[in-house]
């Protein structure tokens, strides 16, 4: 995969925009919805070896386990995927705060990455100041949607590169 193949999914293809009202990062949510439809996804993501359909199908996801910076307890959260070569590494279109996994990255960099039918342990590393600077340099010129998202904001888009370690034994 070249360096400016950001992902396969059709949310980098050009199929859907950052303001397509039918988006689902455009839909309203209370956070008891959020949490049921992480679960759907998550449940669907595990019967099906990393597979889910509805909007999200045909994407990349991972579930990205992360401890609470605050409760010490364990999240896990369905994320798109994306790709700038051999890096690994997720965001958020989330404008006005951001998300608690990035909060949660930001404490604790040790996670667990669930990547198809594959269980890792991981790392998830929070870009900032010059690296976070070059990098989403790159994400900005190569995926329409982030920089669609970032536009709209004064905050920098949240960039976390995943790296994976040793698989977990089933």
């Not at 070896?49 to 990349?60: H, L, P, Q």
């Not at 004064?154 to 976390?160: E, G, K, N, S």
């Amino acid at each position: 995969m070249s360096e400016n193949d950001s992902t396969a999914s059709k949310f980098n293809s050009g199929a859907m925009s950052y303001d397509d009202p039918d988006a689902p990062w455009n839909q309203e949510y209370t956070d008891e919805e959020v949490a049921g439809w992480n679960k759907d996804v998550i449940q669907e993501f595990r019967a099906n070896d990393g597979k889910v359909g509805g909007a999200y199908a045909g994407s990349e996801l991972v579930l990205l386990t992360t401890t609470g910076a605050k409760s010490g307890k364990q999240h896990v959260v369905p994320l798109g995927l994306l790709r700038r070569g051999e890096t690994l590494y997720v965001s958020s279109f989330i404008e006005d705060k951001y998300p608690a996994w990035y909060h949660n990255a930001k404490a604790d960099s040790r996670v667990t990455v669930e990547l198809g039918s594959t269980t890792y342990r991981g790392a998830a590393l929070v870009l900032e100041s010059g690296a976070y600077e070059e990098f989403a340099s790159w994400v900005l010129a190569n995926n329409p949607l982030l920089a669609e998202c970032q536009a709209k904001t004064t905050r920098p888009i949240p960039l976390v590169i995943l790296e994976l370690g040793d698989p977990i034994p089933s």
